[in-house]
């Protein structure tokens, strides 16, 4: 990595930490050249606004409960519900464990943080959120051509009703330790599904799984 790669580097992690720490809206530029520990003309050789620098920010953003196109393995499965689950819960769980994506959703969800954005980005989040409930319908219209989904649920409905707690779950728990919002994700989630499952779930439950 060259010099000017490593000062990039430096000046997108200051950018998020000062984020964090003041906000979107109050943290200068002066703030996150103090922060990375360069000056200010530093910070405008790679980025020539304020706006530039929050986008470069948030570009690594990965959206915890968009669970992509490639949805051969859940119908390859037995039981798709609670594939889907697991596959939510690992995905959240890595989105808490690594502090940039935990500090850009907690910039996201809580404060107002997303009405400090730039236009295009807020833009690029909601097709994120978009496009994330798109990919959870098209796994749950699996469970429900097999009449896993109680009678009166669609995938439309089961997929929101997912998005909607998830985010919920995050807006109150992210700014904790990853491992405090072990047994909360888990509750809602299995309540969810549980609730718009047509299937016995046994002896398996979430609720009694390590978090290690």
């Excluded at 000062?18 to 703030?31: K, M, W």
């Excluded at 943080?113 to 295009?120: E, F, I, Q, Y």
């Excluded at 718009?196 to 978090?211: E, V």
């Amino acid at each position: 990595m060259s010099r000017a790669e490593r000062t990039r580097a430096a000046l997108l992690d200051a950018a998020l930490a000062e984020f964090s720490r003041r906000g979107i809206r109050a943290a200068t530029l002066e703030d996150v050249a103090a922060c990375a520990n360069v000056t200010r003309g530093a910070v405008y050789w790679h980025f020539p606004d304020k706006a530039a620098l929050v986008r470069e920010v948030f570009n690594g953003l990965v959206w915890p409960f968009d669970v992509g196109t490639d949805i051969d393995v859940y119908r390859q499965s037995e039981n798709p519900i609670q594939l889907l689950q697991d596959v939510l819960w690992l995905q959240t769980r890595n989105c808490v464990e690594d502090i940039g994506q935990r500090r850009m959703m907690e910039l996201i969800l809580r404060h107002g943080g997303a009405s400090d954005l730039p236009k295009d980005l807020l833009g690029r989040l909601e097709r994120m959120a978009m496009l994330s409930i798109q990919s959870l319908t098209a796994v749950l219209n699996i469970p429900y051509q097999r009449g896993l989904l109680r009678r009166g649920l669609t995938p439309i409905d089961v997929a929101r009703c997912i998005h909607a707690t998830g985010l919920g779950i995050l807006v109150e728990n992210v700014h904790q330790l990853p491992h405090l919002l072990y047994r909360p994700f888990f509750l809602a989630l299995e309540l969810v599904l549980i609730g718009a499952s047509t299937q016995s779930r046994g002896n398996h439950s979430l609720l009694i799984c390590s978090s290690d």
